[in-house]
């Protein structure tokens, strides 16, 4: 698994769970007294502050009321979850119990059931990165940046995101409410979803009506978003095309591989990515010869929801100065997970290199800054290139979209109002 499961999980699918590890049975607080007859482990490079700790969990073990509580590997988890999100690494590394790890290996090779949203960590708080196209979440009306307040009327805003996400999945054909706090309206919002199967295709594309340009959604960056990609760049062409729009908004990234391959569509030369490692050794992605989108004009649109290789994506597109980047700025994950496997079949997925554009900016935290910002009113519908193929160019001048506006605008098509 090592280096090459390079992945940015969809989260949505991002299972971003809780911790296991041994700390070693009997390991109590005897040397300070409060438990005879047991003998404490310890390692001897262990680091004086875990004095603390040891004294914390021996008065636990002595003194705390509910016994029936008192579950070595509960509060191990406890534990090592605190360690983890101190960490900072919001929504990226974390910790897997081996129930856990075996679920996200089925998610990775197969379907699942669930309302189709990347669920994150923002400001400590689960919130919604963004629905997949045509999902449940999304014909439901939630939006990136809902903060989720509630499942099924049950507090969830201080529970780690794995117990958020068992919350939310479910059974086919079984219903889910949400709470959600909307930021934008200032707004609590009770939303009912029915969970369904979740396949979600790599891209969809329509030439706008009336104009020679052709907007191409990347919804994922999945192991058949290059091949994908490649043959609407081709459909578009033979269709008219003479210049692009690429959207990835609402895109939760997916893996590191697709990313350099489809980066490397549309630039010629140079690299499309730099990974630098805890000791500041960095590694060069070089683009990839034989790009088939290297010289058409290109207008790339992000929001909020543009995450992980998504942002790889429009930071290098931005770098290489190939195309103006259009919207608002991005989600700013940017860690690659290394996965560790542990002695109980637990996993931690740890962040061991971050990612930064080819000109050395970061993105973990710092998200990618549009070259055009164009902030959306809360609650406006982005326009799919389904419901652009159904437009005619006056509907698409009216509608909310104004990112897609400013983008047509960048590559000279004139819309009335």
């Known amino acids: 698994m090592r280096r090459q499961f390079i992945r940015i999980l969809l989260t949505g699918i991002l299972l971003l769970l809780v911790v296991v590890a041994a ?5 109590y607080a005897a040397r300070m007294g ?41 509060m191990t ?16 590394t974390r910790f897997l119990t081996p129930d ?7 998610d990775i090779t197969g379907s699942f059931f669930g309302i189709g949203a990347t669920v994150g960590i923002r400001d400590g708080l ?24 509630e499942v099924d009327g049950e507090d969830v805003t201080t529970l780690p995101l794995n117990d958020v996400v068992d919350r939310i999945r479910g059974e086919e054909g079984t219903e889910v409410v949400l709470t959600i706090f909307r930021p934008d309206t200032n707004q609590s919002l009770d939303i009912s979803i029915i969970r369904a199967e979740i396949k979600i295709p790599a891209t969809d594309w329509a030439m706008v009506p009336g104009t020679d340009v052709a907007l191409i959604r990347m919804i994922q960056f999945n192991g058949n978003l290059k091949d994908e990609l490649v043959a609407d760049i081709q459909e578009a062409r033979n269709a008219g095309a003479s210049a692009l729009i690429v959207d990835v908004r609402n895109n939760p990234g997916g893996l590191l591989e697709q990313a350099i391959e489809v980066t490397s569509q549309f630039l010629s030369e140079g690299n499309v990515l730099l990974q630098e490692d805890a000791q500041g050794n960095r590694e060069t992605y070089p683009v990839k010869p034989g790009g088939v989108a290297t010289d058409i004009p290109l207008v790339v649109l992000v929001n909020g929801g543009s995450a992980s290789a998504a942002e790889i ?3 290098a ?55 055009v910002l164009v902030d959306l009113p809360a609650g406006a519908d982005l ?14 001048a009216a509608s909310e979209d104004a990112q897609l506006l400013k983008a047509l605008e960048l590559l000279g098509v004139e819309i009335g109002n």
């Open 313 to 315: 994506f429009a930071g």
């Open 126 to 149: 689960p919130v919604i990165v963004s629905p997949f196209d045509g999902s449940p979440a999304d014909q439901a009306g939630l939006k990136p940046g809902d903060i989720i307040i």
């Open 317 to 371: 597109i931005q770098d290489h100065q190939r195309g103006p980047v259009v919207g608002e700025t991005t989600f700013g994950t940017g860690t690659v997970l290394q996965p560790f496997e542990l002695d109980d079949g637990s996993v931690l997925l740890l962040g061991t290199s971050q990612w930064l554009t080819p000109n050395g900016r970061l993105i973990r935290k710092n998200g990618i800054e549009p070259d």
């Open 23 to 27: 700390f070693g049975g009997g390991v």
């Open 383 to 396: 326009l799919s290139p389904g419901e652009v193929k159904e437009m005619t160019l006056d509907e698409i």
């Open 34 to 74: 409060l438990l005879p007859g047991t003998e404490t482990v310890q390692a001897a490079d262990q680091p004086p502050e875990f004095a603390v700790f040891w004294q914390v969990w021996g008065l636990v073990q002595r003194y705390f009321v509910d016994r029936e509580a008192l579950d070595p590997t509960q």
């Open 100 to 106: 856990e790890a075996r679920r996200q290996q089925t």
């Open 77 to 92: 988890y406890g534990a090592i979850r605190g360690l983890i999100d101190s960490l900072g690494d919001e929504g990226h």
